[in-house]
Nanobody, 119 residues
């Protein structure tokens, strides 16, 4: 089993920045990729960013390209999401997820951290 714990959410004004962290523990040797997703009130969950644990290939959702940066610290089993130039539409609960295979569903999810961007 793998446990994921997010932190770093909060309230920020539009144009500001926040940095989210997600620490993984447990059977982390099986990690293939980690990702960030978000869900706004009344909306479906949206893909934000993904990073391969080996090699570091990175992918972003169209709505965050050029503003968000995903990174990892393999030694700490932690993935980060640096969010810059935040907009009110970035408001939501941000979830960290982990996948043990190159394709398919993310098997493990964190509890989420709330981000609120005020206009």
């Amino acid at each position: 089993q793998v446990q994921l714990v997010e932190s770093g959410g909060g309230l920020v004004q539009a144009g500001g920045s926040l940095r989210l962290s997600c620490a993984a523990s447990g059977r982390t040797f099986s990690t293939y990729a980690m990702g960030w997703f978000r869900q706004a009130p009344g909306e479906e969950r949206e893909f934000v960013a993904r990073i391969w644990w080996s090699g570091g290939a990175i992918y972003y959702g169209d709505s965050v390209k050029g503003r968000f940066i995903i990174s990892r610290d393999n030694a700490k089993n932690t993935v980060y999401l640096q969010m810059n130039s935040l907009k009110p539409e970035d408001t939501g609960v941000y979830y960290c997820a982990l996948r043990t295979a190159p394709t398919g569903e993310y098997e493990y999810w964190g509890q989420g951290t709330r981000v609120t961007v005020s206009s």
